[in-house]
């Protein structure tokens, strides 16, 4: 008993320290909170485009992971059956959802069409062959990659300086100046009977002040079918990126650390080659964690139970090749995974280990590790070095769409913008100069290439 009891003391003690170490590595509620708000103010300017993924929940800095963005289409609208058209303004293209597909998937079925139609909408209408016309998800998504193999002169003043990657699912992966970018381009939906549903079943978390701003923020349909169905070229997928973004953003400390560490883990144990798991299946791990238990369960002390917790629930999601998406339950996020009977083996077999092998798991992780190992003063260094430099680069982006007239040209002499330009070539001074006196010289310093490894 008397071990049990040491041994359980050990792993709180890990877990405070872990939580720490996390804190210092940019993970912490602070700068999460930060993010989240800054990105908001980002995407209040530009208008169009939505931040998603980890950079609207707050989980990374501006060059580390791809920057996912959500596109929806102005004047288009998809609608359950039974919405009253009467109350949609008729410039807005109406398409009814047909859900009598596999959960969380449908097919648009054109319902009114706008005054004045949209190119891409009209390019991408089908006959189903029964009379209904149709909106088809592959020919919506060929389009649009026809458009960026055109470089035409919209998606130029979209994205300048783009270069388009190898399409995948429904986005457009592409780099600019750079930096990876996922984008995909959707339909705003509404589907109020959906997120009734989810809104009214019984739950621990979120709030129910949370739970009425997720339902009022929506859904989108992006055009990805169902893998494995004879429809997927006219299926579209519902998604909820604004309002599950809401829910991490109200995960608790602990919670969203639970999060990032099932995500490294992800990425540099099981490694997958194609996909077959990704990071939303880390991130409804988490969101069934918070919603079935109290959240006074969640603190520093327990942070490694939870991730404990999550590493079985993902064996287990592997074990059964299933796992209920949170929003739409019904839905099985590992369906067509494309998870082999070899591949499913040697993961449950990993994990196995890993619950095994207690805390010491995490110095598999080389962030963890680097920071158990390293210096507390150099570290402790660098982490401030790179938070400064990653606000200051936040902010610059900001300024920049401040400072752009109505034809989007920036005005770089403004003076809040030499002030961050200025701060930023002092950091970047700071950093070189040691490496300039160890003799690394100067020609083989890239100033650019410095910034995205400090915020890397």
Same mark, same amino acid.
């Given at each position: 008993?008397?071990?049990? %009891?040491?041994?359980? =003391? ?93 959960? +969380? ?40 990659? +026809? ?15 783009? /270069? ?44 129910? /002040? ?71 299946? $880390? ?12 959240? =006074? ?15 079985? &629930? ?19 996020? $590992? ?21 095994? &092998? ?8 080389? #962030?963890?590790?680097?920071? %158990? ?16 430099? &990653? ?5 610059? $982006? ?5 400072? #752009?007239?109505?034809?989007? %040209? ?28 160890? +003799? ?17």
């Amino acid at each position: 008993m008397l071990i049990v %009891v040491h041994f359980r =003391n050990y792993v709180e003690s890990v877990s405070v320290e872990i939580c720490t170490i996390m804190t210092r590595l940019g993970y912490g509620e602070e700068i999460r909170r930060w993010r989240v708000e800054k990105y908001r103010e980002l995407d209040r300017l530009q208008d169009l485009p939505i931040t998603a993924g980890s950079k609207a929940e707050g989980l990374t800095c501006r060059f580390e992971s791809d920057y996912d963005i959500l596109y929806p289409l102005r004047n288009v609208l998809s609608v359950e059956t039974g919405i009253n058209l009467h109350t949609i303004p008729g410039h807005i293209d109406v398409f009814r959802m047909d859900t009598r597909v596999y959960p +969380g998937h449908c097919r648009l079925l054109q319902e009114r069409p706008a005054h004045e139609r949209l190119v891409i909408i009209e390019n991408s209408l089908s006959d189903n062959g029964y009379g209904d016309v149709l909106l088809s998800s592959s020919l919506f998504v060929d389009f649009l990659a +026809g458009l960026f193999d055109l470089g035409t002169s919209a998606l130029e003043l979209l994205s300048p300086r783009l /270069v388009r990657h190898e399409r995948a699912g429904p986005s457009i992966p592409s780099t600019v100046d750079g930096i990876p970018m996922d984008m995909v381009f959707s339909i705003r939906c509404h589907c109020p009977s959906i997120l009734n549903r989810w809104a009214t079943r019984p739950r621990h978390w979120p709030s129910p /002040v949370v739970v009425k701003k997720v339902v009022s923020l929506g859904a989108y349909v992006t055009p990805v079918g169902c893998k494995g169905s004879e429809n997927k070229n006219s299926e579209w997928r519902m998604c909820f990126n604004t309002g599950e973004t809401e829910l991490v953003n109200n995960l608790s400390d602990t919670q969203v650390k639970v999060y990032v560490l099932l995500k490294m883990i992800l990425k540099h144990v099981l490694m997958p080659c194609k996909k077959e798991i990704t990071s939303y299946v $880390m991130k409804n791990i988490v969101l069934w964690q918070a919603e079935s238990n109290p959240q =006074n369960r969640f603190n520093a002390r327990s942070l490694f139970h939870w991730l404990h917790d999550g590493l079985r &629930e993902l064996r287990s999601a592997i074990a059964n090749k299933n796992l209920s998406y949170f929003m739409i339950p019904e839905r099985n996020l $590992m369906e067509g995974s494309g998870l082999d009977d070899k591949q499913q083996s040697k993961w449950v077999a990993d994990i196995t280990d890993m619950m095994v &092998e207690g805390p010491k798991v995490l110095l598999r992780l080389p #962030k963890i590790r680097q920071a %158990v190992v390293a210096s507390p003063e150099p570290m402790l260094w660098f982490m401030t070095i790179r938070m400064e430099v &990653e606000m200051l680069w936040v902010m610059y $982006m900001i300024r920049c769409e401040k400072c #752009k007239d109505e034809n989007g %040209v920036v005005d770089y002499s403004n003076a809040r913008l030499q002030q961050i330009l200025f701060r930023l070539s002092e950091i970047l001074t700071e950093v070189i100069f040691p490496m300039f006196v160890e +003799g690394c010289p100067l020609d083989k310093l890239n100033l650019w290439d410095m910034l995205r490894a400090i915020l890397g």
